[in-house]
């Protein structure tokens, strides 16, 4: 068959700009009205997932569907199944209400659709990654040579800490992998880390035994004499340790490990010193909370994930590192068929991914119409509803377990109080707010996070009076 006898692409998939821009409009003002009634409507899902099921089940993909009905089914579907983290009531994970610049960064990118593996094909997309990179770094307090890339997730950042690690440690890694070691190898973080990083040691190769979780002083932040005495017994073991990673924002309490500490035992051990700041990493931002971080400046390398504190859409992470050479050499690979300019800056030629979305974007949108000082305030802001909530929950005679500036607390009710797990459930059971269950120092705790750059004193309120009725 010739080309100019294959049918043309069908109109609900290349639709004329009229009908794009029609649809396009159309989208916005459902989703608008969608957002507004999220807010004031419950967190929890309210969806019949038997009834969905049903409804699924009748697309076959065997006849084409009006589009603007897609839509219509689509927005109501996640308006009533999926917990909402854009309501101002959702006080649970790491994952807040994403701003309005990093929305419309999505449609931007989805628009032109760049591919970010080259500079070759994607010059102007790469260059601003690598800006808004180097301004991280800077605020880090790492040298000007400083470099890293957007990456899917904080998971995948600290992959990239651990591929680097190990590389540096052993430069024939590269080629013979564990094997090139003299033994064992070991990573070092506090037993209130992220869990990923045990698939992260899977994946690299290390194995999951690698993970060296070491002790909490009784704060939740890990024990640095614990670390040290660990290291030491690994050592006379002839265990090599290539990798220590302290949290600055644990996932269960947000507390911040002895970052000072860390690096002075990484550099005595010679071992790579990675940050993994994925939550806390945004108190950068702001003057008031950077102390908070105090010792990030010695990192080998840090995660931060914009899509938690600061806000961006999902996924949307960072990987920073004072070595972009190390970086180079962990992930280099020839390729003749790609339009490369042969640039450090290659995403293809420095991270574990290949294809990629401008996800930077999001972060540039967001920082350059809000700037440094209005994400302070976007933190800041965070921490004194924190603050006020805890401060209400105290005179009720719940007890806050935790000491994090993060706008992360861990309480519990008073004495003769229903456990946590069941206050928890009777909370969420009622739908008006989200909180979570945590473990701090071996104890169920309720965990609340201040995520929504929108909550307001009356959200706080409502939070206050589910737990106290949960109770």
């Known amino acids: 068959m010739r080309w100019d006898e294959v049918p043309t692409p069908v109109e609900a998939l290349f639709p004329s700009q009229d009908a794009k821009e029609r649809l396009d409009d159309y989208l916005t003002r459902t989703l608008a009205a969608a957002d507004s009634r999220v807010k004031q409507g419950p967190v929890m899902p309210d ?19 009006p589009m603007q009905a897609l839509m219509d089914w689509t927005v109501a579907q996640l308006e009533h199944g999926t917990v909402h983290m854009t309501n101002g009531r959702y006080f649970g994970l790491f994952n ?17 659709n760049p591919q970010l593996a080259s500079s070759g094909s994607s010059p102007v997309p790469v260059a601003l990654e690598a800006h808004v990179i180097g301004a991280w770094a800077r605020r880090a307090g790492l040298p000007p040579e400083s470099a890293g890339h957007f990456t899917t997730s904080g998971s995948e950042a600290n992959y990239t800490a651990l591929i680097c690690a190990l590389t540096r440690a052993e430069p024939r890694f590269a080629t013979e992998g564990t094997r090139a070691f003299s033994g064992p190898v070991a990573m070092y973080t506090s037993r209130e880390c992220q869990p990923a990083w045990h698939k992260i040691a899977h994946q690299a190769g290390v194995g999951r035994q690698a993970v060296r979780l070491v002790a909490t002083d009784g704060s939740g932040r890990l024990d640095a004499n614990a670390l040290a005495g660990a290291l030491l017994e690994d050592r006379r073991r002839g265990v090599v340790p290539v990798l220590i990673s302290p949290t600055a924002g644990t996932t269960g309490a947000g507390m911040v ?38 010792g990030i400046e010695r990192a080998d390398s840090i995660t931060i994930d914009a899509h938690k504190w600061l806000a961006t859409t999902m996924g949307c992470g960072m990987f920073i590192t ?16 790609m339009p490369s300019t042969a640039s450090s800056l290659d995403p293809y030629l420095n991270t574990v991914q290949w294809s990629r979305r401008f996800l930077g974007l999001r972060l540039f949108l967001s920082l350059a119409a809000a700037g440094w000082g209005g994400y302070a305030a976007h933190v800041e802001r965070s921490v004194a509803v924190a603050a006020q909530i805890q401060s209400g929950l105290d005179d009720l005679g719940w007890q806050t377990v935790n000491d994090s500036r993060l706008a992360v607390l861990c309480v519990l009710p008073p004495e003769g109080s229903r456990p946590v797990r069941q206050i928890v459930q009777r909370l969420l059971a009622a739908g008006r707010a989200w909180a979570a269950v945590a473990q701090f120092e071996g104890r169920d ?23 106290e009725a949960a109770r």
């Not at 089940?57 to 569907?65: G, L, T, W």
């Not at 807040?96 to 032109?112: H, W």
């Not at 002075?264 to 051990?269: N, Q, S, V």
């Not at 004072?322 to 068929?337: E, I, M, Q, T």
């Open 47 to 65: 969806l019949d997932m038997a009834k969905f099921r049903q409804e699924l089940v009748q697309y076959d993909f065997e006849a084409p569907q």
């Open 322 to 337: 004072r070595y972009p050479k190390v970086l180079s050499d962990a992930f280099h690979v020839g390729a003749d068929f």
């Open 257 to 294: 490990d002895p970052l000072l500490a860390c690096s002075d035992i990484a550099r005595e051990h010679s071992a790579w010193f990675h940050v993994d700041a994925a939550w806390g990493g945004a108190a950068l931002c702001s003057d008031r909370l950077r102390a908070e971080l105090a």
């Open 445 to 467: 705790v309720v965990r609340i996070c201040v995520t929504h750059g929108e909550t307001s004193a009356e959200d706080a309120a409502t939070l206050i009076a589910g737990l």
């Open 96 to 112: 807040p209400a994403p701003t309005f610049p990093a929305q419309l960064a999505d449609r931007i990118s989805g628009c032109f």
